[in-house]
T-cell receptor
Framework: EADIYQTPRYLVIGTGKKITLECSQT?????MYWYQQDPGMELHLIHY???????EKGDLSSESTVSRIRTEHFPLTLESARPSHTSQYLC??????????????FGPGTRLTVT | QKEVEQDPGPLSVPEGAIVSLNCTYS??????FMWYRQYSRKGPELLMY????GNKEDGRFTAQVDKSSKYISLFIRDSQPSDSATYLC?????????????FGKGTRLSVIA
């Protein structure tokens, strides 16, 4: 089982609040990712990082921001939560291995509800 | 047109059936082809992957890649209720290192006992 953790697992919060979703991995992976996924719907890449101090926006426009100050930690922040942010947020990490695909290991997800 | 197309289903089959899940793609640079399985309210987990064209078998699962047709398949033999999940295909360019995986939308499968 992959060692990638997300907290909180569930969060219900009011509109306008600032929230930070935590993601940590103990595998020493350089690459980390944040995806947004509505129930029964496809994964949307919102942010990724290829190492410390590296962050990129993904395919889905997002009002969130990320930081990568430590290899193992990749938090996602919403400055002002809105009901449209209600979704599941999945964190993943991967590492290059010669001759192998970049297998992504996913965390259990944070289910966010903004009221 | 999206780079990876996958029929979202849902697909419902009786226990013991052979299941075929498919994806098509447009980027000829893709070399690694993966299948992820996602149970309800969980993160996806890698089921198997293949490099370039050909078949790969792992127990009841067989992954098949036809690069000439830009078409990949996952076959599940003797399907079980525990196989009920969403199956996502994913692809990447060889040695790209700098582009994330491209995922299909996922196909929701239900195996009925």
């Amino acid at each position: 089982e992959a060692d990638i953790y997300q907290t909180p697992r569930y969060l219900v919060i009011g509109t306008g609040k600032k929230i930070t979703l935590e993601c940590s991995q103990t595998m020493g992976h350089d690459k980390m990712y944040w995806y947004q996924q509505d129930p029964g719907m496809e994964l949307h890449l919102i942010h990724y990082s290829y190492g410390v101090n590296s962050t990129e926006k993904g395919d889905l426009s997002s009002e969130s921001t990320v930081s990568r100050i430590r290899t193992e930690h990749f938090p996602l922040t919403l400055e002002s939560a809105r009901p449209s942010h209600t979704s599941q947020y999945l964190c993943a990490s991967s590492e290059y291995a010669a001759g192998r695909a970049y297998e992504q290991y996913f965390g259990p997800g944070t289910r966010l509800t903004v009221t | 047109q999206k780079e990876v197309e996958q029929d979202p289903g849902p697909l419902s089959v009786p226990e013991g059936a052979i299941v075929s899940l498919n994806c098509t793609y447009s980027n000829s640079a893709f070399q690694y082809f993966m299948w992820y399985r996602q149970y309800s309210r969980k993160g996806p987990e890698l089921l198997m992957y293949t490099y370039s064209s050909g078949n790969k078998e792992d127990g009841r699962f067989t992954a098949q890649v036809d690069k000439s047709s830009k078409y990949i398949s996952l076959f599940i033999r003797d399907s079980q209720p525990s196989d009920s999940a969403t199956y996502l295909c994913a692809m990447e360019e060889v040695f790209s290192g700098n582009t994330p995986l491209v995922f299909g939308k996922g196909t929701r499968l239900s195996v009925i006992a």
